[in-house]
């Protein structure tokens, strides 16, 4: 008398899925063959004198297989069809449809046992009467309480799709909040950049117009790499040590021989991939701070390493430091640190030291 529900086969009110109807079709065949097992039976037990106890179970499994299977059947179908329409009203129709195949179970019964003659003819009725209330209890507690079990585990199953559902859900929406946050922290870099760039192209133009010429092919080199920059999260390293020589480049049109740089990452690191503009941004904040507030200008050095399976890139200079408890949200170190969290979370970070009387930006994060 079980009715099992598959929460993934849950269809709306007033509809079955064609797995649903195949699991009933499936079903109906047991009635028959169990049904034939028990004609098989009682033939048998026609040529046979049984004991007193082989009666008994005989009578047992009589009344158990015409109320049980078709009390199955039913509750399975009333299940699938009512359960969803009718939530606060299926143990009552549970409770019918038990009280419906325990009379007409007990009523075949009864009849079988008087056909095959188990008990003698003008018994049937008393038959009937001692047999039906214990069918009907027995049946009650058993189906209703199988059916109770069966429904709070359907619940539970529904219940937990749904929250993983959610949950699914919800970190998708995290993930194109993320995404969004980091294409506006990245659209806040380009403008910024760009106007730095042309303030350098400007100071040219009077002095020297084919410096100022070269220096617009490397701002249209600069733009382009911007521009798929901000299509993806990532680019490859040696994609943004273009940038950041064509940078340098452009600012040595305006500060000369005050801007000294060197560039020292090894071959094995360049297919790996940063975030884009973030070593720029590091070298970017020595020129600004240290190189055009001194009158002797800066020695920027650029270096990278691999170490214990994390990518480490830095930036020094031999300027007076600062820390980042003085950085803010708009500053362009307060941006890379948010772009940073969005892309490795806690794994990426950024961090200052003063080592040999330099200033060292190091920007680290997961290989």
Partial sequence: MTCIIDPTEAQPSGSRSPQITAIIRKQLWIVPSVALLCLVLLLTIGR????????????????AALISLPSAVLLTKVAHRYSERFP???????????????TCGTFVGAWLLLWIGIIPHGRYWMEIRS??????VISLMVGLGITSVETLRYKLQVTTLELRTRQVEQERAYKLLAEARLSSLESRIHPHFLFNTLNSIAALIPSDPQRAEDTVGKLASLLR?????????LVLLSQELKIVRDYLEIERTRFGSRLRYEIAVPDELTEVSVPPLALQSLVENAVKHVVAQRNQGASIRIHGARVAGRVMLAVSDDGPGFTLAAITPEHGLGNLIARLELLFGTAGQLEVARENDRTIVRLSFPA
């Fill in 88 to 102: 606060r009203f299926i143990i009552v129709l549970n409770a019918l449809v038990l009280l419906g195949t325990a």
């Fill in 225 to 233: 790499f911007s521009l798929s920059a901000n299509q993806s999260g």
């Fill in 131 to 136: 047999a039906y209330p214990i069918s009907v």
């Fill in 48 to 63: 046979t004198k049984l004991s007193e106890s082989g009666i008994e179970l005989v009578v047992t499994f009589i009344y």
